[in-house]
């Protein structure tokens, strides 16, 4: 099974667009977080979600928008695509609580074209 | 502002050699430090944890040491094989909100 999944695993769309990227744990993890990771492979957080309450945001353009419908769930909707949005992002999911690790999805590569 | 810093250039060994990776940190104290495993096209892998009261952390052929007076935690591979190559990762918690903050990553190639 699975412990984080999401989809797509790649996305090539047009500038303007939006879209989105699904993501599901089956861990029972109560904290889910996107991670942004550029060009240069630096691992960058972007939004944590801790029992469907946001509770940090970096500084990420309104754009983006965390969704949870429940607390298995995290999806990325991403409004106007531009080009420097491309990357790739990975969601993961965490026990929450000090120490605890942090479980991967394998990503999704977004390509703004 | 808090920093995690890694060396960025790759790290080449021979098999059967001793890997060791730095991650050194700057106006903060973590509490503990993660350390990752990122293969291409894949996402990060877990691999160990090290707290601050503790010196040394042993897995298998892993070993993290955490050292508060350097602000500097390394990660070693010991017989390492072509297999052990990929990105490894170190990270923390920011600010007390114990997200992992991740540093930039440092690549091993290991050479047959």
């Known amino acids: 099974d699975t412990a984080v999944s999401q989809t797509p695993k790649y996305l090539v769309t047009q500038m303007g667009n939006d879209k989105s990227i699904k993501c599901e744990q089956n861990?029972?993890?109560?904290?889910m977080y996107w991670y942004k990771q550029d060009s240069k492979k630096f691992l960058k957080i972007m939004f944590s979600?801790?029992?469907?309450?946001?509770?940090i945001n970096e500084t990420v353009p309104n754009r983006f928008s965390p969704k949870s419908p429940d607390k298995a769930h995290l999806n990325l909707h991403i409004n106007s695509l531009e080009l420097g949005d491309s990357a790739v992002y990975f969601c993961?999911?965490?026990?929450?609580?000090?120490?605890?690790?942090?479980?991967f999805g394998q990503g999704t590569r977004l390509t703004v074209v | 502002s808090q920093k995690i810093e890694q060396n960025s250039e790759a790290l080449n060994i021979q098999e059967g050699k001793t890997a060791t990776l730095t991650c050194n940190y700057t106006?903060?104290?973590?509490?503990?430090l993660q350390w990752y495993r990122q293969d291409p096209g894949r996402g990060p892998v877990f691999l160990l944890l090290?707290?601050?009261?503790?010196k040394e952390k042993r897995k298998e052929r892993l070993k993290v040491t955490f050292d508060t007076t350097l602000k500097q935690s390394l990660f070693h591979i010991t017989a390492s094989q072509p297999a052990d190559s990929a990105t490894y990762l170190c990270?923390?918690?920011?600010?007390?909100?114990?997200?992992?903050?991740f540093g930039r990553g440092t690549s091993l190639i290991v050479h047959p």
């Open positions: 993961a999911s965490s026990s929450g609580g000090t120490t605890t690790e942090a479980f």
């Open positions: 861990l029972g993890h109560d904290t």
């Open positions: 979600y801790n029992n469907k309450e946001l509770i």
């Open positions: 106006n903060y104290s973590p509490a503990y």
């Open positions: 090290i707290r601050e009261n503790e």
């Open positions: 990270a923390s918690e920011s600010g007390g909100s114990y997200i992992p903050t």
